[in-house]
Structures are given as C-alpha cells and as structure tokens.
Nanobody
Framework: QVQLVESGGGLVQAGGSLRLSCAASGRTFSGYHMGWFRQPPGKEREFLAVISWSGGSTFYADSVKGRFTISEDNAKNTVYLQMNSLKPEDTAVYYC???????????????WGQGTQVTVSS
C-alpha cells in the first residue's frame, strides 16, 4: 500500500522560510508524479507544484512561482517543498499527493498525505 507522510510545517514569520517533506512508502513510484497542494482556511484546495518522480520535470502555479521549489530525493523516497519569502496568505494546510499523470487537477491524484499546517505571522 502507498503511504505519504508530510512533515516540516509550523509557525514562521513573514519573510521566513520552511521546507516541507513528504516521505513515501509502499510500491515503487517510478513513472509517477508528485504534487503539492494547500488549503487555506475557508478556501478550496489549490495546486502548487508537481514533479516527475523519475524525470524531475517540474511545473508551478503562478501564485508560488519564484518563491517555492519542489524537489525529490529518490534514494530517500522523499519529495520536498522549499518555501521562501513566506507571506501571511500562505497560511494553509499543505498536502502532498501522487498521480499517474503530470497534472494540476486534484481529482487525478490517487494518494494523499495527512497534511501539515503552515502558519505565517505578520
């Protein structure tokens, strides 16, 4: 079975940085893609970034492009989201997920982590 566990969230001041981790276990992830999403309080879940597990190609939402960086460590079966220049509007629960496709559509991701809270104070 596939399991995804996010970590690294917490409280940070505006302008600061955090690195989120998503540890993957289960069957091989070769040929799959890993995405990061977030859900701010009172808002819908939104796509942030996606990376091909083996190929390394990436795509970012305009809202985070230039500030956030998605990466992977195949040896550790871990995907990361480096978040810089954080703003209060970045406050949300952050999720990692797996898809068979390189996609921004939430319904096309078949496995999800439990989420980790990121709170950015002004």
């Amino acid at each position: 079975q596939v399991q995804l566990v996010e970590s690294g969230g917490g409280l940070v001041q505006a302008g600061g940085s955090l690195r989120l981790s998503c540890a993957a276990s289960g069957r091989t992830f070769s040929g799959y893609h890993m995405g990061w999403f977030r859900q701010p309080p009172g808002k819908e879940r939104e796509f942030l970034a996606v990376i091909s597990w083996s190929g390394g190609s990436t795509f970012y939402a305009d809202s985070v492009k230039g500030r956030f960086t998605i990466s992977e460590d195949n040896a550790k079966n871990t995907v990361y989201l480096q978040m810089n220049s954080l703003k209060p509007e970045d406050t949300a629960v952050y999720y990692c997920a797996r898809s068979r496709f390189r996609t921004t559509i939430t319904s096309q991701y078949d496995y999800w982590g439990q989420g980790t809270q990121v709170t950015v104070s002004s």
